[in-house]
């Protein structure tokens, strides 16, 4: 059975930084492709970033610079380095199985929250 569960979520102030984590568990890790998806309060789904499995790595424009995703695919764990932050990052984070748009196992989400 696929699990993936996030860590790592919590307060930041405005120019403060967070490392999210998914421990990845029920199917071989490195084969996949695997993304980071948020859901801002009162809004829809908003892809962030996703990396293959050979490392090449995505971002949408709001996060570019920002961000870094990377995986350890010897602990089967995907993390998203957040920089930079400002209030509009604030969202629960998923992590996801597959690329960006082809997603079939999601995490239960991490809340990121960032205010002074």
């Known amino acids: 059975q696929v699990q993936l569960v996030e860590s790592g979520g919590g307060l930041a102030q405005p120019g403060g930084s967070l490392r999210l984590s998914c421990a990845a568990s029920?199917?071989?890790?490195?084969?996949?492709?695997m993304s980071w998806v948020r859901q801002a309060p009162g809004k829809g789904l908003e892809w962030v970033s996703d990396?293959?499995?050979?490392?090449?790595?995505y971002y949408v424009d709001s996060v570019k610079g920002r961000f870094t995703i990377s995986r350890d695919n010897a602990k089967n764990t995907l993390y998203l380095q957040m920089n930079l932050l400002n209030p509009k990052d604030t969202a629960v984070y998923y992590c996801?199985?597959?690329?960006?748009?082809?997603?079939?196992?999601w995490g239960q989400g991490t809340q990121v929250t960032v205010s002074s």
């Open positions: 996801a199985r597959g690329a960006l748009g082809s997603n079939d196992y």
């Open positions: 990396i293959n499995s050979g490392g090449i790595t």
């Open positions: 029920g199917f071989t890790f490195s084969s996949y492709a």
